[in-house]
């Protein structure tokens, strides 16, 4: 069982940056959907930044191109989501996530069903 701790979350200004962090119990390179997602309360939760490792196909939610990046630490079984330029609309509970299905296609892992790992989530407040 993947154990995924997230951190670097907190509140901070509309135009700043924050760098969430994600700490994996063992090694996850191999698990072929990797990212973070958002959930703010009343909606569902969406895909932000994902990997398709097994392609390299990463995935950015039209919100975040250009502000947001995704990348991994495979050594350290760490992944990052760098977020600059940080909106109010931001705002919300930042989860990681890693999966283990191989996808046949190989497409985008944005459906939360792929993804078989979780952790606790981490907030995220941006004040205008």
């Known amino acids: 069982q993947v154990q995924l701790v997230e951190s670097g979350g907190g509140s901070v200004q509309a135009g700043g940056s924050l760098r969430l962090s994600c700490a994996a119990s063992?090694?996850?390179?191999?698990?072929?959907?990797m990212g973070w997602f958002r959930q703010v309360p009343g909606k569902e939760r969406e895909a932000v930044a994902t990997f398709y490792t097994g392609f390299s196909i990463t995935y950015y939610t039209d919100s975040v191109k250009g502000r947001f990046s995704i990348s991994r630490d495979d050594p350290k079984n760490t992944l990052y989501l760098q977020m600059n330029k940080l909106k109010p609309e931001d705002t919300a509970m930042y989860y990681c996530a890693a999966g283990q299905r191989t996808l046949v296609p190989a497409r985008p892992c944005t459906d939360p069903g792929l993804f078989d790992y979780w952790g606790q989530g981490t907030q995220v407040t941006v004040s205008s």
């Open positions: 063992e090694y996850t390179g191999y698990r072929y959907c």
